[in-house]
């Protein structure tokens, strides 16, 4: 593969990642942690950052998205994969995207509802840009990216020139500790169940330039996670700028679009809002398609679905979902996503710490129901939905429980054991 190709792929990957949601977390984060943003930032990007770039390259390694669950129980591995995509396609992220790029994109510049018109639009597009799964890295990486980067650039270099405010005093849970609040909220991003997603899309756009041996595919991912987390890095903390410097125009914003909605017009007038609509409509342009081409190969290689019927029937029932509205799509199935990233993330970790086995194994699926059980609980809880009963106790015995992250040491545990009795076994065995 040559230099060109591999940083369209980067940039492909960039932005496949940078949906409006991302956008928008940063800018409010940095707000509330004041003086501290730059601390809080820093935590942001070890885990909003540091865990799907750790996802690209460990799926590199694998050389195909669909190993990290070989080593399960043939319905364990297929009800994850339909899980995953089904919750970050059609039922709640790929409406999300349609529904936030509406809001933010064209309901400021009309009057009347005009959603349900939007949305049929919207997939329409995003299908005829899929249906070529080969010309991805073409459209996105070498085309739409640079003009998303173009219209970022735009606005930050104007915040640097003229910034409209100074950083505002931290609220109290920055001031103690802004760091790990930054690190919670870059884990709430839930980017690394998505790059577990985009995995399908990053190999294929690798294997479609002619790359074929394990050991070529393991170091372009590494290329690539390494170009992706230095674009991601880059706009997140612009973002946070933005939001850090955003106490004249924003005062205690409810929500990061919000600020970057007055923080446009503040420096470009009615053309401000133009360029943050054209921004959040590319961004959420770019993920819809990512996200679509993940679902339609994991149906094409899997069950031998054409690629076409899959995509289509995706984005039809994407446009008809997006109509429910914003509230109740993440009502319904935002606990999904909070249970799937733990197991995401701890399949992970165990491909990285353990041997890898090419069949079902004990230990990793063990690893799983752990992740599976304390994910739940995390997910319940940030829901609201745990029983007053059981609130104290967790929070007092069971570690990481307030930062919703109660999963990770009993996951950790587990692999070290797992990892000890692999190596007194392997001691056990004759030379």
Known sequence: MNRKDLIAIGFMTFALFLGAGNLIFPPLMAQQAGEYWLLAIAGFLLTAVGLPALTII????????????????????????ILVLTTLGPAFVL??????????????????NYLFIFSISFCALTLLLALKPGRLVDYIGKVMTPALISMLA????????NPLGSTSPATEIYKQAPTVNGLVQGYMTLDAIAAV????????????KGVTSTKAIAKYSRWIAGIYAILMSSCYLAMGYL????????????????????????????AGQVLLAAITLMACLTTTIGLTNANAQYYKNTYRIPFKISATLILGLTAIVSNFGLETIIEVSFPA?????????????ATVSLPFPNKPST?????????TLFGTIDA???LDKLPLTVIEPFTKWLPFYSAHMSWLVPVFITIVISKLLSFRSEKMIPA
């Open 58 to 81: 460990v799926l590199g390694r694998l050389s195909s998205a669909d190993k990290l669950t070989a080593s399960l129980p043939k319905w364990m591995d297929r009800s994850f994969w």
């Open 95 to 112: 409406p999300r995207a349609v529904t936030v790029a509406y809001e933010m994109g064209i309901k400021p510049f009309v009057n009347g």
């Open 154 to 161: 735009l606005l930050i270099i104007a915040a640097i020139i």
């Open 197 to 208: 997603a985009f995995g399908w899309v990053i190999i294929q756009a690798i294997k479609s």
């Open 243 to 270: 939001g850090a410097t955003s106490s004249n125009i924003a005062p205690n914003a409810l929500n990061g679009g919000e600020i970057l909605t007055r923080y446009a017009a503040g420096e470009f007038g009615q």
């Open 337 to 349: 996503i909070l249970i799937l990233c733990p197991i995401a993330i701890a399949l992970i970790l």
């Open 363 to 371: 230990t990793h699926t063990v690893i799983v129901l752990i992740a």
């Open 380 to 382: 319940l809880s940030i």
